[in-house]
């Protein structure tokens, strides 16, 4: 008879991923950005993202029995082309942005913060390896062990937790007003993303309508 993961080690495992990524904050991201700029910053950072996110969901997926999972690891890398709300949510988030920062800004203007090495960040990087370890793995042990409400709340919250080593580095520090508006923000699109994960047994709609998000706030906020 097939068994989920226990709920111990499951813990654990975001524990330690948590961690990890804490220590990374500090020992790999912060000097990097205090003694690099430009494209050598920027390659040096996605790397440090690539290898720790990409890394941990794939040694946790190798770990875990095809029983644990509730899509199998290869199964969620194909394109799921006739998941219609996919593109609706693809297309609600970019109007609902677009006219957002149209009303805030009186017109669509590019942050002058704003460079092309960014592209790579918060384009690219970010959604594939943010979407691959919290729904391709934490989201799929979570599904085999909760319904979806319980499933999708749980790696949304703990999704939500992992952007704290960040804030807890960002220069100048932020206030607590930004952090509450900040966390709530992203435990929200997490819960969507997974969302679309759940439906579709696919990680593509998430990753793409993640890294359309990115893109458009680091673009107009």
């Known amino acids: 008879m097939s068994r989920p993961i226990s709920t111990r ?17 500090f020992v790999l991201n912060v000097p990097i950005e205090h003694h690099l700029t430009g494209w050598p910053e920027e390659l040096a950072l996605d790397a440090v993202k690539l290898i720790i996110w990409i ?20 199964e969620q890398w194909r394109p799921n082309w006739h998941f ?5 949510v693809w297309l609600v988030i970019v109007v ?3 006219a957002e920062f149209w009303l805030m800004h009186h017109g669509l203007r590019v942050k002058p913060s704003f460079t092309p090495e960014y592209w790579g960040r918060y384009f690219l990087v970010v959604g594939i390896t943010e979407e691959f370890l919290f729904r391709g793995y ?4 979570l599904l085999r062990k909760f319904n979806l409400t ?13 952007h704290i080593p960040r804030y807890l580095t960002t220069v100048p520090a932020m206030g607590p007003m930004t ?5 709530i923000t992203v435990t929200a699109l997490g819960a969507l993303f997974g969302w679309l994960y759940a439906k579709s047994h696919s990680l593509w709609p998430g990753i793409i309508t993640h890294m ?6 680091t673009l107009f906020a």
């Open 96 to 98: 609902y942005l677009l």
């Open 55 to 74: 890394g941990a969901a794939c040694w946790l997926l190798h770990q875990a029995r095809l029983e644990e999972l509730a899509v199998a690891p290869r």
């Open 179 to 183: 952090w509450i508006g900040n966390l």
């Open 150 to 162: 319980q499933a999708n709340t749980i790696q949304a919250l703990v999704f939500a937790s992992m």
């Open 84 to 88: 219609t709300a996919g593109y609706v």
């Open 138 to 141: 934490f989201l799929n042990v």
């Open 9 to 25: 080690r499951l813990v654990w495992q975001m524990i330690g991923c948590w961690l990890i990524w804490l220590l990374a904050q």
């Open 212 to 217: 359309t998000w990115d893109i458009l706030v």
